[in-house]
């Protein structure tokens, strides 16, 4: 059995050319491991599949920024070591103690009851409210992480920011898992969307795999920041958006916040998912004058609290890849063997869209079947 284990936070550094290494003094910050394994597949400590679990064959494992903070023990959750990293994955069943699965299923699944932790392994035990099927027209590969972008995405702009059609949201870091899978949502929902990116290189991307309704870049500096501002407040006015942005799903914070502050409508709400630029103050009196709620949004909690809405929520989303009305992508595929480098990736702000690790590759006849059926 092979897993990815970290051994130690922030064990890496920079070689003379630039690059990222494993430090010498460490076989590795996130060795894999190989084990021989005869006969049957051990569960968990060689005890029999618990009631109500399932056993999956791991095909592929999403990495996301979430990830490399933990691995530097920058987040807020913080494992004991050595731990698995991972929330997601995506497979084939192959040991099931309940009747809502069969052996040969294909699933993804997220390891929430573990604290987001143990995915990245061959094997992976997830109690079966955890799995869902994967609709037979989408790649294994596609499905990898979906908790990680969809599901917060998802719970942003339906549990928190009650959209409809029509509504007008802002998202920040589009380039990003959470960032494709906001704009994807929110347009399967009937909104507008103008989405946001620091960079040139990544409005380019935006632009031509979103079906966002606007891409503005709005750069790294407080100068390049006033700029969008002046451009989002005249197209949210030539929209038909009088008052502003009904909702922001911001994942970067920052210096960029305030910004994003000023284009919103009275009484509309910020999502905060993440702070990739870092975490700034927040002025309490800029906030009254525009009248603009800030929340909080971590989908993890509201789940565990409403397992049975949550559950309806992600079979939406995947209602949406059913019909076609979100197409999933993958952006990097990396094979196990350089699964360091979809950390290295994260932990130097290069992070786009889906990007998982193999373990197994999903065959292309199965595929091909799966689409006839």
């Not at 009851?113 to 027209?137: K, R």
């Amino acid at each position: 059995m092979k897993a990815i284990r970290c051994n130690r936070f922030a064990a890496l550094e920079r070689d003379e050319s630039g690059k990222f290494r494993l430090l010498k003094q460490w076989k590795s910050l996130r060795s894999v491991l190989s084990l021989d394994s005869s006969g049957p597949i051990p569960t968990q400590d060689g005890q029999v599949l618990p009631e109500d679990h399932v056993l999956i064959q791991t095909h592929y494992a999403g990495i996301q920024y979430p990830d490399a903070l933990q691995a530097q023990g920058l987040y807020q959750v913080k494992p004991p070591l050595p731990y698995i990293p991972g929330l997601d994955l995506s497979g084939v069943v192959i040991q099931s103690s309940t009747s809502k699965f069969r052996n040969g299923d294909r699933v993804m699944a997220t390891t929430i009851q573990n604290g987001g932790t143990g995915a990245c392994s061959e094997y992976c035990m997830v109690p079966s409210h955890q799995v869902w099927t994967i609709p037979p027209n989408v790649h294994l590969s596609q499905c990898a992480n979906i908790g990680r972008n969809y599901f917060a995405a998802y719970h942003s702009l339906k549990n928190i920011g009650n959209i409809g059609k029509d509504s007008l949201i802002f998202v920040d870091g589009a380039s990003g898992g959470v960032g494709m899978a906001t704009i994807e949502l929110a347009k399967a929902m009937g909104a507008k969307v103008i989405a946001g990116v620091s960079s040139e290189s990544k409005l380019q991307v935006v632009q031509t795999t979103s079906s966002a309704d606007h891409v503005l870049c709005y750069g790294t500096t407080k100068e390049s920041h006033q700029l969008f501002k002046k451009r989002v407040k005249k197209i949210v006015k030539e929209m038909g958006y009088a008052e502003g942005v009904d909702l922001a799903v911001d994942v970067v914070q920052g210096e960029l916040f305030e910004s994003i502050v000023s284009i919103m409508r009275p009484l509309g709400t910020i999502c905060l998912v993440g702070f990739t630029a870092g975490q700034k103050p927040i002025r309490p009196g800029l906030l009254l004058i525009k009248e603009v709620n800030v929340v909080g949004s971590i989908w993890g909690r509201w789940a565990n609290a409403n397992p049975q809405l949550h559950r309806q929520n992600v079979d939406e989303i995947l209602q949406y890849f059913a019909n076609g009305l979100i197409l999933p992508r993958t952006s990097r595929v990396f094979p196990l063997e350089r699964f360091y480098e979809a950390f290295e990736l994260f932990e130097t702000n290069q992070g786009q869209g889906n990007t998982v690790i193999e373990f197994k590759e999903e065959e292309k006849d199965s595929m091909d079947l799966l689409s006839k059926l």
